[in-house]
C-alpha cells in the first residue's frame, strides 16, 4: 500500500475556483482494494474516504489509483 498526497493549490492562485480558499491536489494511491474494478470505481472509493471534504477544503482532486501490481508495472 502506498499514499502520496500533493498540494497544487499554489499552482491555482487567482483561479475562480480558488476563490473560496479550497484547495487543489493530486493523490496517487495504491491498494490491493483496487482489483477487478473500473477507474470510476476506484474513484468513488477515494471520494467516499474523503467525504465531507470534498466539500469543504477540496475544490480539485486529480486521482491516481492503483492496485499494487498496476504500480509495479508503471515502475518498469
Partial sequence: RDL?????SHRHIGHAGAADGRGHFRVRIV???FA???RIER???VYEAL???M???IH???ITALTPDNASAKNR
Avoid: I, M, P, T
Fill in 36 to 38: 477487478d474494478l473500473s
Fill in 4 to 8: 502520496d498526497v500533493a498540494d497544487d
Fill in 43 to 45: 474513484h468513488r472509493l
Fill in 55 to 57: 466539500q469543504s477544503d
Fill in 60 to 62: 480539485a482532486l486529480q
Fill in 31 to 33: 491498494s490491493e482494494r
Fill in 51 to 53: 467525504g465531507d471534504l
